[in-house]
Nanobody, 122 residues
Framework: QVHLVESGGDSVQAGGSLRLSCVVS??????LGWFRQAPGKEREGIAG???????TYADSVKGRFTISQDNAKTSLYLQMNNLKSEDTAMYYC??????????????????WGQGTQVTVSS
């Protein structure tokens, strides 16, 4: 079992930055990822990382967001730069059992945090 708790969500102006954190308890996972869901929209995978550090990003955030994990693998981070109003959403940390390939498909993830809200005003 893996337990995930997100933090770091806030309200910021467009062009600003935020860093989301996720405390990861347990090691029964092969991949970790960040997802987001805006009201009325489907949950969207935006960044994923497997245990050897290989990452994948959605085109919508590539070049602006960076996923990383601490050396102890007890925390997952999402550095978000140059935020846009369309980044407004609830952000979730998630864990999947498979270690390859890095995936952004929500169906590949079985562990989910409760979410942290990010609001970007223009």
């Amino acid at each position: 079992q893996v337990h995930l708790v997100e933090s770091g969500g806030d309200s910021v102006q467009a062009g600003g930055s935020l860093r989301l954190s996720c405390v990861v308890s347990g090691n029964n996972y092969g991949t970790l990822g960040w997802f987001r869901q805006a009201p009325g929209k489907e949950r969207e995978g935006i960044a994923g990382i497997v245990r050897d550090g290989i990452t994948t990003y959605a085109d919508s955030v590539k070049g602006r967001f960076t996923i990383s994990q601490d050396n102890a693998k007890t925390s997952l981070y999402l550095q978000m730069n140059n935020l846009k109003s369309e980044d407004t959403a609830m952000y979730y940390c998630a864990g999947g059992l498979y270690g390859w390939p890095p995936t952004l498909n929500p169906r590949d993830y079985v562990y989910w945090g409760q979410g942290t809200q990010v609001t970007v005003s223009s």
